[in-house]
């Protein structure tokens, strides 16, 4: 494991976490971000929970710690962002800038190995992998080609080395943070001899779709999200397994609504866009899911209208007037 500290007080204290053989890991985003400016270096971020993940500290015993991982400092500036259990091994204020940023680039899971530039923009990501580290040192360089290759393109290569590299980021990714470059591939191509130019706006169009749909059912507007569906649908008409992402959304608004009927329907209408895909493979599991979901939520909602207490019937006019000669 690296050997984790914290400094009680400065600045200074916030940035060097560990030296683990010839490896200085930096625990601030901000302060890598400086020193890969300086250096021309890019960064390495693991995202890791250094004392109960058990893939993380896998991944630090079987490569970080590792002499033959030394030569990563020649490429990259490393900077470890933990979240721990025990509360004594970071700061308060770390902890809540780590989370910060895990939050903004989406971090679904640990260990995460996130490549980002000197501007801090993420341009690949990876985790755990076998092998120990030479061959994560070869993973790593597989996943920097397309991002090097562009660094250092210009004139007509410059075209084919933008198309290359942002093929690779998500569309989502591109238009928050690499948007520079997707103005500047329209400059180079603009009658889109690469095809990518289609590709990635159909890609932003599918990560606003995904976020509007996503805002809907959280607000319960059902209505809203099949025409959500429907829209995209008219506008972009996706095959295949895109086709099948998209129509998830009106299954899932039937499925919310408890109607199985209208949910299977849709599921089986779907499952003919791509017959092979991994949906319907899996269309008999989902549809299992699904029943088992819809049977677990009535029985919360019925326990849960148990646990209500019995409000007392209010006394009758006749109640009322024997309890009054009673008394």
């Known amino acids: 494991m690296k050997n984790k500290f914290l400094a009680a007080i400065g600045y200074f204290g916030a940035l060097v976490t560990s030296t683990q053989a010839e490896l200085t890991w930096l625990t601030d985003f901000?302060?890598?971000?400086?020193?890969?400016?300086?250096?021309?270096?890019?960064?390495?971020?693991?995202?890791?929970?250094?004392?109960?993940?058990?893939?993380?500290?896998?991944?630090d015993k079987e490569v970080f710690s590792q002499e033959a991982f030394e030569p990563v400092a020649e490429e990259y500036v490393l900077v470890e962002l933990d979240f721990p259990q025990d509360e004594t091994l970071i700061t308060p204020e770390q902890r809540g800038k780590n989370e910060a940023l895990a939050e903004k680039i989406g971090?679904?899971?640990f260990p995460s190995v996130i490549l980002f530039d000197a501007k801090g923009r993420p341009f690949a990501r990876t985790g755990y992998q076998e092998g120990g580290p030479e061959a994560y040192l070869k993973h790593l360089a597989e996943l920097s080609k397309p991002y090097n290759a562009l660094k250092g393109a210009e004139g007509d290569a410059r075209k084919d080395a933008l198309a290359g590299f942002l093929k690779t980021i998500p569309g989502r990714e591109i238009e928050e943070s690499y948007r520079e470059e997707f103005a500047e591939l329209k400059k180079l191509d603009p009658k889109d001899e690469t095809g990518l130019l289609a590709e990635l706006e159909t890609a932003?169009?599918?990560?606003?779709?995904?976020?509007?749909?996503?805002?809907?059912?959280?607000?319960?507007?059902?209505?809203?999200?099949?025409?959500?569906?429907?829209?995209?649908?008219?506008?972009?008409?996706?095959?295949?397994?895109?086709?099948?992402?998209?129509?998830?959304?009106?299954?899932?608004?039937?499925?919310?609504?408890?109607?199985?009927?209208?949910?299977?329907?849709?599921?089986?209408?779907?499952?003919?866009?791509?017959?092979?895909?991994?949906?319907?493979?899996?269309?008999?599991?989902?549809?299992?899911?699904?029943?088992?979901?819809?049977?677990?939520?009535?029985?919360?909602?019925?326990?849960a209208e148990a646990e209500l207490p019995v409000e007392a019937p209010e006394p009758s006019v006749v109640e009322e007037a024997e309890a009054a000669e009673k008394e």
């Open 30 to 59: 901000e302060a890598g971000k400086k020193q890969a400016a300086e250096t021309g270096k890019t960064l390495l971020v693991d995202f890791t929970g250094s004392d109960w993940c058990h893939w993380c500290i896998q991944l």
């Open 107 to 109: 971090i679904e899971g």
């Open 204 to 303: 932003k169009a599918m990560a606003e779709f995904e976020d509007s749909v996503e805002q809907n059912l959280s607000a319960g507007d059902f209505d809203a999200v099949i025409t959500n569906v429907d829209d995209f649908l008219a506008k972009h008409d996706p095959q295949g397994e895109k086709r099948q992402h998209v129509l998830m959304g009106k299954v899932m608004v039937y499925v919310e609504q408890g109607d199985t009927k209208k949910a299977f329907a849709q599921l089986d209408e779907m499952a003919g866009f791509a017959p092979e895909s991994e949906f319907s493979r899996n269309l008999d599991e989902i549809k299992k899911s699904i029943t088992e979901h819809l049977k677990m939520r009535e029985e919360m909602e019925k326990e």
